[in-house]
């Protein structure tokens, strides 16, 4: 199954560290973050679940929820999380799926369809496609899919900024340039006629016709 922008995020019901989630209702009216990691106990994953708690107040700042999933059972993630408290200086406080029937990898296309058995018996290169991030909006579409390589830890930091731009273009008729940040200027978007652009925004500047520059909405 391959998964675009615009698709409606695969709902499941799997088990948790929290106990068992339906996704969509664990959602609810939120925005949501769901990523991935090829097994437990590898050491850049370890790092990127230990960055990932200690910035959570800005995802809960954004209204945004997070879910970990791991291609190994529940029963295992207590140790794991254990590892990243002593390692990261912080333990997940957010929800790690098990995915030890490989469902949600599935679902989401990380894994192929044909793959099975017992997952003690694959390593994390097997499951190397199980690197994912997705954002969901309160729609339950997906807004943006990220996928790394083994070798190269996630920018979290960056995953933020593009929440941010998704959650104000999504109120406002606008775009954000490249490596826009918080309070920066924005383009108007392609969509929006000048004489719509005149009503909403006034006036902007015009480096060419396509190209319409104004304050960020506040």
Known sequence: MSLTIGDTAPDFI???????VSFHEWIGDSWAVLFSHPKDFTPICTTELGYMAKIKPEFDRRGVKI??????????????????EETQGTAPNYPMIGDADFTV????GMLGADVSGDP???TAADNQTVRGVFVI???KKIKMIMLYPMTTGRNFDEILRVIDSLQLTAK??????VNWKQGEDVVIAGSV????AKEIFGSWAEPKPYIRIVPQPS
């Open 14 to 20: 799997a088990a948790t560290t929290d106990g068992p």
């Open 137 to 139: 909006g309160p729609d």
């Open 105 to 108: 990898s599935k679902a989401y």
């Open 120 to 122: 003690a018996d694959r």
């Open 193 to 196: 006629s000048n004489d719509q």
């Open 67 to 84: 879910m970990a999933l791991s291609v190994d059972p529940v029963d295992k993630h207590a140790a794991w999380a254990a590892d990243i």
């Open 172 to 177: 406002h008729k606008v775009a954000t340039p």
